[in-house]
């Protein structure tokens, strides 16, 4: 059994990042994973990548909007390759989760790839692709958190969908629904705005990122009520049911919302 003096379980970036001061401090440190990729939510499906989808947005805004009024003409329609978009999205995240595997071996850091658990104090069993145990004088739990969702609510992952999936749609959706006014919700309500669909935030406190500076609230509805993002605040959902309708008159179902939280 290996031994450490620190071991931290989640490798987003407070777990990255106290690994690597603590192997900085001369500790002997493990890190536990339970995904194949080092980074946690913020790289892999919250931060980095709806970025890298608002940069690539505002790109295609500014295009569409603003290039004439610089002098910049461009020749027939300016269109979205939303698979290529989406393919900019991952590299951008796979190039920085290799960032942090290769801060890992700097530092002498010792990845274990697996769900790690308590066995006691200073014991924890880690469950990958084979089941091990090491000790640590000290651990750090910092398992982050993960897309949340509403007791009545089936999460499909198809059209019922959680920030995860939709940083992978594969067309943009005409109606896009987000339950919630927090950040995440609000970044990728505003990329597939720039793209094209409509987009209604329902937000159940009296104004957007309650948790946030009120002002800076205001300021952000402001910008993306321009943009013609609807809003309804004060607004408790009490149930999400799919609809359907004719496609193109073939007498096969089209859905017609897509919802995300």
Same mark, same amino acid.
């Given at each position: 059994?290996?031994?450490?003096?620190?071991?931290?379980? !989640? +490798?987003?970036?407070?777990?990255?990042?106290?690994? &690597?001061?603590?192997? @900085?401090?001369?500790?002997? =440190? #493990?890190?536990?994973?339970?995904?194949?990729?080092?980074?946690?939510?913020?790289?892999?499906?919250?931060?980095?990548?709806?970025?890298?989808?608002?940069?690539?947005?505002?790109?295609?805004?500014?295009?569409?909007?603003?290039?004439?009024?610089?002098?910049?003409?461009?020749?027939?329609?300016?269109?979205?390759?939303?698979?290529?978009?989406?393919?900019?999205?991952?590299?951008?995240?796979?190039?920085?989760?290799?960032?942090?595997?290769?801060?890992?071996?700097?530092?002498?850091?010792?990845?274990?790839?697996?769900? !790690? +658990?308590?066995?006691?104090?200073?014991?924890?069993? &880690?469950?990958?692709? @084979?089941?091990?145990?090491? =000790? #640590?004088?000290?651990?750090?739990?910092?398992?982050?958190?993960?897309?949340?969702?509403?007791?009545?609510?089936?999460?499909?992952?198809?059209?019922?969908?959680?920030?995860?999936?939709?940083?992978?749609?594969?067309?943009?959706?005409?109606?896009?629904?987000?339950?919630?006014?927090?950040?995440?919700?609000?970044?990728?309500?505003?990329?597939?705005?720039?793209?094209?669909?409509?987009?209604?935030?329902?937000?159940?406190?009296?104004?957007?990122?309650?948790?946030?500076?009120?002002?800076?609230?205001?300021?952000?509805?402001?910008?993306?009520?321009?943009?013609?993002?609807?809003?309804?605040?004060?607004? @408790?959902?009490?149930?999400? =049911?799919?609809?359907?309708?004719?496609?193109?008159?073939?007498?096969?179902?089209?859905?017609?919302?897509?919802?995300?939280?």
């Amino acid at each position: 059994m290996q031994s450490f003096d620190v071991a931290v379980v !989640g +490798s987003g970036p407070g777990g990255y990042v106290a690994a &690597i001061r603590c192997a @900085q401090l001369g500790m002997k =440190t #493990a890190l536990i994973e339970k995904y194949k990729t080092l980074g946690g939510t913020c790289l892999n499906v919250g931060c980095i990548p709806s970025k890298s989808l608002l940069d690539s947005s505002h790109h295609y805004e500014d295009a569409v909007k603003h290039f004439d009024g610089h002098g910049i003409e461009i020749p027939g329609e300016i269109k979205v390759n939303l698979e290529k978009m989406i393919s900019r999205k991952a590299a951008v995240v796979e190039q920085t989760t290799k960032g942090i595997d290769f801060l890992m071996d700097k530092n002498k850091i010792t990845v274990f790839q697996g769900l !790690g +658990s308590f066995k006691d104090a200073t014991t924890l069993t &880690i469950k990958g692709d @084979q089941e091990l145990e090491i =000790t #640590a004088k000290n651990i750090i739990i910092a398992t982050g958190s993960k897309p949340g969702s509403l007791p009545f609510i089936t999460l499909d992952k198809e059209r019922v969908i959680t920030s995860t999936e939709a940083l992978k749609l594969k067309e943009i959706p005409k109606h896009l629904v987000v339950v919630g006014g927090g950040v995440i919700g609000l970044e990728l309500g505003q990329v597939y705005r720039r793209l094209g669909a409509e987009v209604s935030v329902i937000e159940y406190a009296d104004r957007i990122t309650p948790v946030m500076d009120a002002a800076l609230s205001k300021e952000l509805m402001k910008v993306m009520k321009k943009q013609k993002v609807k809003f309804y605040l004060s607004h @408790q959902v009490s149930n999400v =049911t799919q609809k359907w309708k004719p496609c193109n008159g073939s007498g096969k179902r089209c859905q017609r919302q897509r919802s995300f939280f």
